[in-house]
């Protein structure tokens, strides 16, 4: 059965919220790390570019690294504070993780199979203190010979809000292309995309392409299958093939910019 046109709008919808959000790590990044250097339209163009294009090769800390670095160096960012950004923007990532899986621990305590919502009041707590740290005299972060600034509690608050979004917004994304009578409920599928992009980020390969789907598939009946499948395909179009082909050609575009500007 072709899936219904307005599940397919739907999930480009999500698809939206989803990567604007991924975009808005990189503006509070940047905007921590050197606070106004780089103008908004290079700090949105640099974290879309980098995560479309990364989404899509996997090696997420060497891509990621060398993409940004491409591109915050013609605004004089030195490579030792892109590596302050990706280190914050993965921190900022993990948050949304964190957070997602608190909601779902403490919405769903059947799935901390017999601990009920203990493991969520844990993160919960563990959030109260990450945030009563940043909320002192914090500005800066060591570890050895490395130091990076750290966001204020305002800031981590909001990137902990927009990573949730940006999780709910990609589970949607995939959960929309599914039929409705195999989906389930939002909350049930829910652990079953953050596992399997787990499993993709892990695996290290482009896109998670592989492990991400293995696991999914092994999530549902033998026979549903072929629907799920099916799915998938119209989630990787939608979610991975679309923003790289964009990103792809803007980078195009900024490359090429950017040589005429110097034969001039």
Known sequence: DRIPRWHVACSVLAMLVSWSCLTAYDVFAVETVVPGKVPMRMKIFSGFT?????????????????????????????????????????????????????????LEPSIAHGWGR????????????????????????????????????????AQIAIGVVEMI??????????????????????????????AGIISNTPGGIGAFEALTLAAFPQEQRA?????????????????LVLASVGFGAFEVHRRLRRRA
Not at 140 to 147: A, D, G, N, R, Y
Not at 169 to 195: E, H, K, N, Q, R
Not at 227 to 243: E, H, K, N, S
Request: hydrophobic share 60%; aromatic share 12%.
């Open 50 to 106: 980098t995560h479309a294009i990364c989404n899509a090769l996997g090696f997420h800390a060497i891509t990621g690294t060398a993409l940004r670095y491409r591109l915050l160096s013609t605004q004089g960012v030195s490579a030792p504070d892109v590596a302050r950004v990706v280190g914050l923007v993965g921190f900022a990532v993990a948050l949304g993780f964190a957070g997602v899986t608190c909601l779902a621990l403490l």
């Open 227 to 243: 629907q799920v499948l099916a799915a998938l395909l119209a989630y990787r179009v939608i979610y991975g093939f679309g923003p």
């Open 118 to 157: 203990w493991p969520g009041v844990v993160l919960v707590v563990l959030f109260a203190l990450l945030l009563r740290w940043l909320a002192g005299k914090h500005d800066e972060l060591k570890i050895w010979k490395f130091s990076t600034p750290v966001p204020s509690a305002r800031s981590a608050t």
């Open 169 to 198: 917004a990609a589970i949607a994304t995939m959960y929309f292309l599914l039929p409705a009578d195999i989906a389930g409920s939002f909350l049930d599928f829910a652990p079953i995309y953050v596992g399997a992009i787990l």
